[in-house]
C-alpha cells in the first residue's frame, strides 16, 4: 500500500513529515506539499498531524516510535496533545516550555530510552515556532530544552527533513507578542472555576444532519478552552430521539470534525448512559418530585400556555409508577403517557412550567436496539450526562438561557455534581439560513447540489468553496466567547480567510474564452523559463512561463491599448505598442508589439496577464464558476417566509482559456488567477478521453475575499467597479448617445454587406405579402428560417445584430428621410390604389355621418377593406385610415414634443413606457424549453403552484385531459375482464419491507407518517409508492383454488415518490395519479398474453387518443421493475428536448411476490399447491406532461381532437357599437343553436359568450388553451347561412356552410387527430437511428437522437454506456450532465445481429444480443 502525506506549507507537520521518514523503509510513503495537512488510507482520512503520526507508527510496529508498551504508549499521547495543545498556544508558551525544560533535566529522550513519535511531535513543535526560534537566536531559551532540540536536530532524519522546511522569518515574529495576539482575538473571558488541567468541556451534536459553520464555532471554542486549560474535550452524539439519529450523519459529523482539525479526547453517546438516565427518572419519581401524564399533547400545551396544573399532578408516587411501568413496557397506554418534571406551573419561565423528561416511543434505536421503549428529552439527559462525564463548563449559546433554571435544578434535585453554563452568542450570518430543515429543504428542491454545496454554511459547503481550516479558526478566535449578538456580513470570515491564503498561493493566468485578441511580438523567441509561483514567497516553488511572438491578452484589455504605449506584460518585462488593428466596426482584431525589455519603469504602466499560443505548451480549459448568496434579503425578520427570498440565480459560469500548469492541479488547491482573484479546484483537468475525444475542463470555484468590489478583468485603465459602483453611475450614462443612435441603419456599408441587407429587407418585404395573403404556417415559416440565416450572416459580417430603421419622437425626421433615401418609390399602381383608398375611406365618412342606411355603410367598408388588403400585397405595408391624413397631422403639430425613452432608459425606469399584455408566452419553445413549459401549463390553466414542493394542484383542464385517458384505457380493460376496486394507501412498515429487492429502488423516495397531532405513531407508517405489498396480503386470502383464477383488479389512485432532483409538474412529481392493474394467474402463458395486451393497449392510448407514436419494448435487466422477472414499456420521445420519455410499464413478476406472500392455489390435477404467476402495470399523469411537450407550439397547447374536453370553441365575433341590441341577440341566439347541434351530434363544444372580452382576446386565450377548432360567427355569417373554422395546429380557416357544418366539423377533426400523428412519427422517425460504432453513438446522442445499437445486455456495461456518454451537454437547465439509458429492446429489432457485430461500449468484450434503444430520458 502506497500513502501520500500531504503537508500543509503555512504550518507544516514536522512531526508526520519526521514519522514518514524513520517509517519509509517499511511502509511505502510520500511528501507532497499543498495547502492542508492530509493522509488519505482507504476509507480513512487525517487532516491532523498526530493522527498521521500514529497512523504511520502502527503500520511499522518494528520502529516502536509508539512505544513497546501500553505504558509508553500513554505517556507518548500525553506528549502528543502536549506538542499540539500548550506548546503550540501563544498564551500558554511560557509555561509550557518551563514545564518541558524541568521534565528534561535528567532525561534526554522524553519516552524511554529512544526517539519516540513524542519527541518528533514536540521537536516539531518547536520548529514552527517563532517564540522559541527568538529565544533560540537571542540565547534566552532554556538550558535543557536547548540540550535537547540540538541534540536532535543534529540527527540523521532531522537533518534530511530539516532542508524541506520553509524557512521560519523571525523578523515578522517580533511583533507577535501576547499582546498583539489579543489585540487581533476576541474577547475571552476566563472560565470561573477554572484551572490549568481541570477543565473538561463538551460539544454535543445531535446527528440529523450537517454540521454548518454556527457548529463550528461551538467546536473550535470548546477545544480553545481544552487547550487553553490543558484540559478535555468531550464529543458526545446527543442520540435521545430515535427518530431522527442517523447513523449516516454520526459519520458525516465525524468526518466534519476532522476537517476542522478538532481531535476530541472522547467520543461518547447520550445512550451510553440511559440506564443512569432511567434511575434518574424514577427517583423523581419516587420524591415525588416527578409524575406520569397522559393528557392529550395539545390540552397539556394549552394548559402549560395557562398555567393551569394537570389532573395527575397529584398523583402518588405509587400510581406514578405504575404508569411509568406501562410505559417501560410500551403498551397501548403507555405510549399516551410522558413524565413531567414537577417544578412550578405558576413559573413566569415557560420551561419551568413541569416539562418533559421522558415519553414513550415504541422505536427501535440504533444503538441500544430494542431495550427500551421509553427515552429522555435532551433537557433531562443533558444536565445528567454533563455531571457523569465530569464536565466543568458547559458551554451553550444564550438562546438556551431560559432553560439554565430547568437544567440547575434537575442537577439539585437529583443531588448530582453541578458543572458550570458558560454562555456565548450564537454566530448569525447574513444572506443565508442555518436552520436545519431550511437547508434540507433546498437540498429537496434541487437549488443547490448538496449538503457540500459551495453555497451553502455546512462546513463542507464553505471548505469546498476555499475556506480554509486556519482561515476559519481565525475568525472564530476573532469573535471570542462575547455574548453579544449580531448578524455579520460574510465579507468579514472570508477576509480573515484572504489573511491565511495569500501569502501561500500559486499565481496563474487565466484568459477569458472567446474574447482574446492576438499579440504579435516582435523579436520575442519562443522558449520556456521558470519564474516565482509567488512574487513574494520563493518556498511557493516554481512554475513555467512559455514565451514567443504571438501571444492573446483579454479583449477587454486590447481595447484600451494605443499605439504608442508603453505596456507592462506581467512575468516578461515592458512592451511596446506599434499597431492596433480594427475591423470595421471599431472592434480591435489584433495588436502588434515590440519588447522593450530595457526598459524597468513599471510605475505607469498599464498591467496586463497573458499567455503563449504554443504547440509546446497547449491553453487548459477552464471553467471559472462564481456563487451569489443563496438568500437575497441581508437580515430575515420573524415574520418572513425565507421561500420568498430565494435567490434562484447563483451560480455563474465563465469558460476561460487557462494557464497550461493549470493541469498539474489536484482536487482542492487554491491558486489566485492574476488579476481576477482567488480560486480553489474543484475538479481537476483531465485530458481528451478516449471515448468521446473531449477533454474535461478544470472547475475552479472562485472564493471570495472579503471585498465588496470586484476583481479587474481588464488592464488597470478598465476595472469594473462593484454593483453598488455601477447603479451610481447610471445616472450619468443617462444623459450618454443612446445605443439605437448607433444602430445598423446608421452606418454605411458597402459591398456585400450592402447588397445582404437589401436581401434581407426584401426578404421581410416577402414574409409580410405571404401574411397579407393568409399563406400557411409551413410556407411562412420557411421564409421566416431564411431571413433569420440572412440576419446570422449579417452578424458574422460586421458583429453587429440585425436592427431595422427604428422610429419614434426623436428621430422620426431621420427615419423618414432614411426611408426616402434608401427605399425605392412605390410603383405607379400603389399612388394610384392609395388615392382610391382615401376617395373611399371619405366616402365611408360622409355615409356615417350622413345617416346611411347599414347596408349601404357595410357595402362601402368592405370595398375599402378590399383595396387596402390590395395595397398590402402590392407594396407589403399596412395602411391606416384613410383619407386623414390633414387632421392628424394637425392633432401631431398642437402635440408638445416629447422625447421617447430609449432602450436601456426603458430598462431603468421599470419597463412603464409600454403597456404590455402577457396572456401568451413569453419564452420559445426551441430557445428556453423550461421556461416554455412552466408558462404553458400555467397560463393554459392546467397547473396551480402548491407551497408543498414537487406537488401541484390539477386544475380542470388537466383533469379533463387524464379523466380522457382513464375512460378510454379503462374502457379497455373491462373488455379483458378487469375490475375497478381500492386499497389503503397507507402501508405498514413490516409490510413495506417484507419484499427488500422490490422496495429497494422506491426506499429513498418512500414518504412517511410518523406523528399523530403532537404524539408520535407506535411504527412509522408509509404512503404507498406502489401497492404490491398493500394489495398481495388479501390476494393470499382470496386465492385458494384454481376456481379463484385468475384473479385482475385494477385502481384508480394517487401515490407519493418524495422525488428529490428536479421536480417538474406532470413529468417528475412527488404525488401523482394513475392506474395500477395486479393480476394472478394460474399459469406463467397466461400471465405473459396478458402483459403484452395491456401494452398493445397502453400504446392505443398513446397513439390513437394522444397522437404521440411510440416504441414498444422490453426493458434491460438495469432498467426493469425490480422484483419482477421483466418489464415491457413504451417509449415515446420530445423533440424539444432530444430525450425519450418512458410513457407506460407492464411487468410480469412471475412468482416472486407469490413466494413472499404466500399466495398459492390448488392445482386440479395434481392436487398440490402451487404459487401463482403475476402481473402489474401502470400508466400515470405523466400523459398530460408529453402532450404538452410533443404537440405544444410557441402559441400553446395544442390538443389533438380525441383527447380534448372541447374540441370546438365557438366565438361570436362583429359585435360593435352600431350592432343593434335585437341583431346582437339574434347572433347570440344562433351561437347557442350551433354550439347545441354540435353537441348534440357527439361533438364537445362550447361557446365564450363573455362580453368583456373583445374576440382577438378569446381567440388567443382559446389557442393558448389548445383547442383543436375554433369556430367565428358574425352576423353577416349568419345572413349567407354558413361560418368560418379555423384548425389551432396550422391556423388554416375554412369557410363552411351551415347546412353541412357538422360533417364537416367531425371530417375536420379527425383530420387534425391524423395529421398530428404524422407529423410526430415523422419527427420521431427523423430522430430514431441505428448506430454500430462509439463515435457515431456519441455524436448522434449530441445531435438529440435516440439510437438503436447492438448491446450485451450486461448491468454493468449499461452503466458505462451511460457515464461514458454523459459528454458535456446541458439538457436541463440546472441538471447535471445526462448520459445514454438504456431505453427498451425493442420487439421490432432494425437488424439482425450478426457474428462480427461488437457491442456498442468500446471495451466491451461480451457479444451483442440485441439492438436496445437507447437515449437520453427524463
Known sequence: MSLTVVAGTSCPPIGALLT??????????????????????????????SSICRYLARLAPQSKLYGSSLLERTEIDHWLDFSAGRLSCLSEFDSALDYLNHVLGPINFLVGHDVTLADLAVWGALRVNPQWGRLLHGGKAPVNVVRYYNFLAAQDVF??????????????????????????????VDLPGASMGNVVVRFPPEASGYLHIGHAKAALLNQYYQQTFDGKLIMRFDDTNPAKEDAHFEEVILVDVAMLGIEPDVFSFTSDFFDKI????????????????????????????????????????????????????????????????????????????????????????????????????????????????????????????????????????LGLRKPYIWEYSRLNLQNTVLSKRRLTWFVQEGLVDGWDDPRFPTVRGVMRRGMTVEGLKQFIVSQGSSKAVVMMEWDKIWAYNKKVIDPVVPRYTALSKGSTVRVVVKGAEEEMREVPKHPKNADVGNKQVWYGSNVLIDGADAETLSVGETVTFINWGNLNVTAVKRNSSGKVESIEAELNLENKDFKKTQKLTWLTETDQAPF?????????????????????????????????????????????????????LQRRGYYICDYPYEPPSRYTSRASPCILFNIPDGHQKEMPTSGSKHKEGSAKEK???????????????????????????????????????????????KATKDQIDAEVKILLAMKAQFKNETGQDWKPPTGGASNKENSQKACTENAPSPPGDAVELKTKIDAQGEKVRQLKSGGGGKEEIDKAVKVLLDLKVQYKTLTGEDLSGAGKKGKKEKKEKTKPEQKKPQQHEKEDIGREVKKVTRLGLEAKKEENLSDWYTQVITKSEMIEYYDVSGCYILRPWAFGIWEMIKEYFDSGIKKMGVENCYFPMFVSQSALEREKTHIADFAPEV????????????????????????????????????????????????????????????????????QEGHSAFATRKEAEEEVYQILELYASVYEDLMAVPVVRGRKTEKEKFAGGDFTTTVEAYVEASGRAIQGATAHYLGQNFAKMFEIVYENPDTQEKEYVHQNSWGITTRTVGVICMVHGDNTGLVLPPRLATVQVILVPCGITAGLSDL??????????????????????????????????????????????????????????????????????????????????????LETIQADLYSRALKVRDEHLVVSNTWEDFCSQLDKKMIIQAPFCGEISCEENIKKDSARDVVVEEGAPAMGAKGLCIPFKQPAEIKPDTSCIHPTCQNKPKFYTLFGRSY
Not at 524541506?164 to 511583533?175: R, V
Not at 347557442?1232 to 364537445?1244: D, M, S, T, V, Y
Open 20 to 49: 514518514a521518514e524513520y517509517v519509509k523503509n517499511a511502509v511505502q510513503v510520500k511528501v507532497e506539499w499543498g495547502q492542508n495537512t492530509s493522509l488519505k488510507a482507504n476509507s480513512a482520512s487525517f487532516s491532523n498531524g
Open 159 to 188: 537533518i534530511v527533513v530539516e532542508k524541506t522546511l520553509p524557512e521560519i522569518k523571525l523578523s515578522g515574529a517580533k511583533q507577535e507578542t501576547t499582546s498583539a495576539k489579543k489585540g487581533e482575538s476576541g474577547k475571552f
Open 278 to 413: 432511567l434511575e434518574c427518572c424514577e427517583k423523581l419519581i419516587r420524591d415525588g418530585k416527578a409524575y406520569v401524564d397522559d393528557t392529550d399533547p395539545e390540552l397539556m400545551k394549552q394548559e402549560r400556555e395557562q398555567r393551569i396544573e394537570s389532573k395527575h399532578r397529584k398523583n402518588s408516587a405509587k400510581k406514578n409508577l405504575e404508569m411509568w411501568d406501562e410505559m417501560k413496557k410500551g403498551s397501548e397506554s403507555g405510549q399516551k403517557g410522558c413524565v413531567r418534571a414537577k417544578i412550578d406551573m405558576a413559573s413566569d419561565n415557560g420551561c419551568m412550567r413541569d416539562p418533559t423528561i421522558y415519553r414513550c416511543k415504541a422505536e427501535e434505536h440504533i444503538k441500544t436496539g430494542k431495550k427500551f421503549k421509553v427515552y429522555p428529552t435532551y433537557d433531562f439527559a443533558c444536565p445528567i450526562v454533563d455531571s457523569l462525564e465530569d464536565v466543568t463548563h458547559a458551554l451553550r449559546t444564550t438562546e438556551y438561557h431560559d432553560r439554565d433554571d430547568q437544567y440547575y435544578w434537575f442537577i439539585e434535585a
Open 620 to 672: 487548459v480549459p477552464a471553467l471559472c464558476v462564481h456563487f451569489d448568496h443563496i438568500i437575497t434579503k441581508a437580515v430575515l425578520g420573524k415574520d418572513d417566509n425565507f421561500k420568498d427570498y430565494v435567490n434562484k440565480n447563483t451560480r455563474t459560469e465563465l469558460p476561460m482559456l487557462g494557464d497550461p500548469m493549470l493541469a498539474t492541479l489536484k482536487k482542492g488547491d487554491i491558486v489566485q
Open 727 to 773: 447603479m451610481q453611475s447610471k445616472k450619468g450614462k443617462a444623459s450618454e448617445k443612446s445605443p439605437q443612435d448607433e444602430s445598423t441603419p446608421s452606418k454605411t456599408f458597402t459591398g456585400d454587406v450592402a447588397g445582404l441587407i437589401a436581401k434581407i429587407e426584401e426578404q421581410g418585404g416577402k414574409i409580410r405579402q405571404l401574411k397579407g395573403k
Open 1007 to 1074: 414518504a412517511w407518517v410518523t406523528k399523530s397531532g403532537q404524539s408520535e405513531l407506535a411504527e412509522p407508517i408509509a404512503i404507498r409508492p406502489t401497492s404490491e405489498t398493500v394489495m398481495y396480503p388479501s390476494y393470499a386470502k382470496w386465492i385458494k383454488s384454481h376456481r379463484d383464477l385468475p384473479l385482475k383488479l385494477n385502481q384508480w389512485c394517487n401515490v407519493v415518490r418524495w422525488e428529490f432532483k428536479h421536480p417538474q409538474p406532470f413529468l417528475r412529481t412527488r404525488e401523482f395519479l394513475w
Open 1223 to 1308: 341583431d346582437r341577440k339574434a347572433l347570440m341566439d344562433k351561437c347557442e343553436e350551433l354550439c347545441k347541434q354540435f353537441q348534440a351530434a357527439g361533438i364537445r363544444a362550447r361557446g365564450d359568450y363573455r362580453d368583456n372580452y373583445s374576440p382577438g382576446w378569446k381567440f388567443n386565450h382559446w389557442e393558448l388553451k389548445g383547442v383543436p377548432v375554433r369556430v367565428e360567427l358574425g352576423p353577416r355569417d349568419m345572413k349567407e347561412g354558413q361560418f368560418v373554422t379555423v384548425r389551432r395546429d396550422t391556423g388554416d380557416k375554412l369557410t363552411v356552410k351551415m347546412a353541412d357544418g357538422i360533417s364537416k366539423l367531425k371530417d375536420l
